[in-house]
């Protein structure tokens, strides 16, 4: 005869695999600053018509951009999220859009210059910054960076990545966070794909940002498109906004 607390708890154990085979994931919380920032009339249609491939409102909940917030963004290009930030932070909140000092002087001028120029996003400040060094004019609670980390290793950018991923470490306040997205490359492909492919294994992103004192803090699987093979640019027509792309979350430890 079996010992009946042993069958009690082959049952229990039983019915827990069952339901961990069957439970559903659980959908993303989607705070109210962040749903008003996408539904927010005032973002342009071309910004609108990218919503499904760029996934805004899970990526501001992934970033925990919360009313009030300092973000800092890294490289904003056409500024797609800085628009989205300034009114998911709000009033009381700032958006800093990072730029490096050549932008400053460049015959275009920036696209993110007419954002912080306009009455309705009054909250956001353009900064030209030597990256290895990132003097904001105020601590941020996040550091976010979208498509762009690849570009930190270019040669045309001449940089040295240890010493702007220290200089963001130093620029977040204690228990701050660093979000990175961008474009998956093959796993085990080294450090002349971003040149070739503007695309970066993410393991390469990990291990760089974690040797500066940051701690990895989540990943958001929405972005990733599994039949994307890693062999194209993220401009080849056959893939365009749909690249494969990683969604990283660290932290500054306090």
């Known amino acids: 005869m079996q010992n009946p607390m042993v069958l009690s708890a082959v049952l229990a154990l039983a019915i827990g695999a069952a339901g961990s085979a069957t439970a559903a994931p659980r959908p993303p919380q989607i705070p109210a600053s962040a749903t008003a920032a996408v539904a927010d009339p005032a973002r342009p249609a071309a910004d609108v018509a990218r919503d499904a491939d760029r996934k805004p409102a899970e990526m501001l909940a992934f970033s925990e951009v919360k009313p009030g917030a300092v973000v800092a963004e890294l490289l904003p290009g056409g500024g797609y999220f800085t628009r989205l930030f300034a009114k998911a932070v709000g009033p009381k909140g700032q958006v800093?859009?990072?730029l490096p000092e050549s932008a400053a002087k460049a015959e275009k001028p920036p696209a993110v210059n007419a954002i912080a120029a306009d009455p309705a996003y009054g909250n956001v400040k353009v900064v030209f910054a030597d990256f290895a060094k990132m003097p904001l004019p105020a601590k941020a609670d996040i550091v976010w960076t979208s498509l762009n980390y690849h570009d930190l290793h270019l040669p045309r950018m001449n940089l040295d990545v240890a010493a702007v991923n220290r200089a963001i470490f130093a620029a977040l306040k204690p228990g701050g966070l660093y979000v990175i997205v961008d474009h998956a490359a093959a796993a085990g492909t080294g450090l002349d794909v971003p040149e070739k492919l503007h695309r970066i294994d993410p393991t390469i992103v990990r291990k760089e940002v974690e040797a500066v004192g940051f701690k990895f803090d989540g990943e958001s699987q929405v972005l990733r498109h599994t039949a994307d093979d890693?062999?194209?640019g993220p401009f080849d027509p056959a893939i365009r906004g749909h690249t494969d792309?990683?969604?990283?979350?660290?932290?500054?430890p306090k």
């Open 230 to 232: 890693h062999s194209k």
């Open 96 to 98: 800093y859009a990072v």
């Open 245 to 252: 792309q990683f969604a990283y979350r660290f932290r500054k």
